[in-house]
T-cell receptor, first 114, second 113 residues
Framework: DAGVIQSPRHEVTEMGQEVTLRCKPI?????LFWYRQTMMRGLELLIY????????DSGMPEDRFSAKMPNASFSTLKIQPSEPRDSAVYFC????????????FGPGTRLTVL | DAKTTQPNSMESNEEEPVHLPCNHSTISGTDYIHWYRQLPSQGPEYVIH???SNVNNRMASLAIAEDRKSSTLILHRATLRDAAVYYCILTLPGSGNTGKLIFGQGTTLQVKP
């Protein structure tokens, strides 16, 4: 199994530009999570989906952030417009619906907004 | 929300056992105790989890106190590759079968050669 796949691994953009981060969960996993990690705030859960439906988006910081999951094998996190304070590492994780809820994380996307 | 308390940092010598403590005095009866670790420049990685009984796997052992208010992650022989941030996390009830993971600051483990 290839594990959770994220792209791009690194993204550098200018303030005001639209940024789209992509995630492919592990096949067969019903849950997908988006996290953000910064030095100041640590790892924060932004949003999670169950069977492609957003369940809890209370961690999404602002309306500039949006996430979609059009099918079971693909999700996007979009920031429009981006700001320097959005610079962080964004992780995607997936989890099966059975068991204790162990989550499997991707390698992350390091976003730098200039 | 049930919270965990961990030391900010710990040191160990290579090839020696490491005991990483975690306090979770407000744990509920349905909460699982999960441990994840994050190696430098990588995403968090599952280590082990348990509910009431002690658990062993190829990576580590988890010792859970009888009252479940604390637990200890045990690395039997630390290697340099085990240098990471270790997170002790309780899954929140009411989130379906998959608990939301709330990450604290974790314990930064340094392993000396």
């Amino acid at each position: 199994d290839a594990g959770v796949i994220q792209s791009p691994r690194h993204e550098v953009t200018e303030m005001g530009q639209e940024v789209t981060l992509r995630c492919k969960p592990i096949s067969g996993h019903d849950y997908l999570f988006w996290y953000r990690q910064t030095m100041m705030r640590g790892l924060e859960l932004l949003i999670y989906f169950n069977n492609n439906v957003p369940i809890d988006d209370s961690g999404m910081p602002e309306d500039r952030f949006s996430a979609k999951m059009p099918n079971a094998s693909f999700s996007t996190l979009k920031i429009q417009p981006s700001e320097p304070r959005d610079s962080a590492v964004y992780f995607c994780a997936s989890s099966p619906s059975t068991g204790s809820g162990t989550q499997y994380f991707g390698p992350g996307t390091r976003l730098t907004v200039l | 929300d049930a919270k965990t308390t961990q030391p900010n940092s710990m040191e160990s010598n290579e090839e020696e056992p490491v005991h990483l403590p975690c306090n979770h005095s407000t744990i509920s009866g349905t909460d699982y105790i999960h441990w994840y670790r994050q190696l430098p420049s990588q995403g968090p990685e599952y280590v082990i989890h348990g509910l009431t009984s002690n658990v062993n796997n190829r990576m580590a052992s988890l010792a859970i106190a009888e009252d479940r208010k604390s637990s200890t992650l045990i690395l039997h022989r630390a290697t340099l590759r085990d240098a990471a941030v270790y997170y002790c996390i309780l899954t929140l009830p009411g989130s379906g079968n998959t608990g939301k993971l709330i990450f604290g600051q974790g314990t930064t483990l340094q392993v000396k050669p």
